[in-house]
């Protein structure tokens, strides 16, 4: 197994930087009288600010240009709704693209910002601009805006008392055409035709009630605990703890480590499938596990609380060729599912079968956590081949090492906070 070195973290960061300065939007919108300084996910196809992208912007940055990461976050933050919610995607220069915003599938609040979620990893991406950055003043001046967020997921997204939070639509999770969402979707091909039906097949029942979040738990159709959201949720409400202990806040601190303590021993109880040695999302009132083999049912690897027996089942799926154990690890969907698809589908159907950086950085870690340096070490090795062979890609085959997608992705950059961890 290979093992990066310094010369990949430093080549790596003259790449990286570079990406970030083609993907650069910088500005000030009319629309809001807000500056906005941030990297567009790639400025060929996507040049709005995306939540979580930004958040892993943000810590790919806190190694290139601490300053640049640090405004990554506060144009995040800047049109925060007065309820703590955060828009998934803030269209700045939404004028100048109008075309191109008539071809999303996508729920506003206004114009310009949109009425969904997506996983929540802004404490992870607070964490690391402060440790790279400002520090406790860069804390204290964001850290009510982050607290606000999370307690509106805690009051509005935690509908059924058992800590974990839920979606209301496929495109919450961030894993728009993960094969998960077939079923619910009624989609029977691969084709981004029948994608949008579906996403409308869910999203038209919430137009009556105004996306009421209330009444679009009552329809109980599309209501989902997403492993990997919850696990974010989990791992980032411990860390948003932590820095309210830094910042001195106990109080505050407390009240996030027993969220996060509820929703993991929900998650253990609700999502865990004894047979198959996964976790699985469930959705509804009823709790029904959606039992589909991605990688998501791998992502409790990033807790380091997770029981050793649990862990042993998970690592043995992950360390299978037939599954996820590729050249190129680790693909979204298991090899040998039905729907595995290793190249690009329909036009563009993400998250059915590609490798990603940013679910390698998450798992990767977890690796770390659970005492496998080594395996984190080869997949931070095999992702710096994949840059090195295809590109900066938004996602790339993981048995050729193809890449797909957008090219010059930004959250392809935050491999370098992995590679930095592991040399
Ligand atoms: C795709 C991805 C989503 C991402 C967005 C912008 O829709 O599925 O997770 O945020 O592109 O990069």
Redesign the pocket.
């Known amino acids: 197994m290979k093992t990066p070195s310094i010369a990949d973290f430093l080549w790596l960061k003259e790449e990286f930087q570079r990406i970030h300065q083609m993907n650069r939007q910088v500005g000030v919108a009319d629309w809001c009288a807000h500056s906005y300084d941030f990297s567009c ?1 790639s400025h060929l196809t ?1 040049p709005f600010q ?1 939540f ?2 930004s958040c892993f912007n943000a810590i790919a940055l806190s190694h290139i240009d601490p300053k640049r990461a640090e405004a990554e976050l506060v144009s995040l933050m800047k049109n925060q709704h007065e309820d703590g919610f955060i828009s998934h995607v803030t269209f700045w220069q939404r004028d100048a693209f109008e075309e191109m915003v008539s071809t999303y599938a996508i729920a506003f609040r206004n114009k310009y910002l949109t009425d969904e979620m ?1 996983p929540p990893l802004l404490a992870e991406a607070v964490a690391a601009v402060a440790a790279r950055g400002r520090g406790e003043a860069f804390l204290r001046e964001i850290l009510p805006g982050v607290k606000r967020f999370y307690d509106w997921l805690d009051a509005v997204r935690s509908p059924y008392g058992d800590g974990l939070i839920r979606v209301v639509q496929p ?1 919450e999770t ?3 055409h993960s094969p998960k969402w077939d079923e619910l979707m009624e989609i029977k091909d691969e084709e981004n035709a029948s994608w949008f039906k579906g996403w409308n097949l869910i999203c038209d029942k919430y137009i009556p009630f105004n996306r009421d979040p209330k009444k679009m738990f009552e329809v109980d159709y599309f209501a989902v605990a997403d492993v990997m959201v919850n696990v974010i949720y989990i791992e980032n409400l411990r860390v948003l703890s932590k820095l309210f202990l830094q910042i001195g806040d106990n109080e505050s601190a407390k009240l996030l480590d027993s969220r996060a303590s509820k929703a993991k021993a929900s998650l253990e109880e609700l999502c865990w499938d004894e047979t198959d040695g996964l976790y699985y999302d469930i959705n509804g009132k009823a709790n029904k596990k959606i039992r589909v083999n991605t990688f998501s049912s791998l992502m409790p690897l990033l807790l380091p609380d997770l029981e050793p027996q649990r862990r042993d089942r998970l690592m043995a799926h992950l360390l299978d060729p037939k599954e996820y154990w590729a050249t190129y690890p680790i693909p979204s969907v298991a090899m040998n599912h039905p729907t595995y698809r290793p190249d690009t589908v329909g036009g563009n159907l ?2 059915r079968g590609p490798t990603w950086m940013n679910s390698n950085w998450y798992l990767a870690r977890g690796l770390i956590r659970h005492g496998r340096l080594d395996l984190a070490r080869h997949i931070a090795a095999q992702s710096i081949e994949l840059v090195k062979k295809s590109g900066v890609r938004e996602y790339y085959n993981p048995s050729t090492g193809a890449g797909w997608g957008a090219p010059d992705f930004s ?1 392809s950059t935050v491999l370098i906070d992995l590679v930095k961890e592991v040399i």
């Open positions: 996910p996507y995306w979580w992208d997506q495109d961030g894993l728009d993400v998250w959250w």
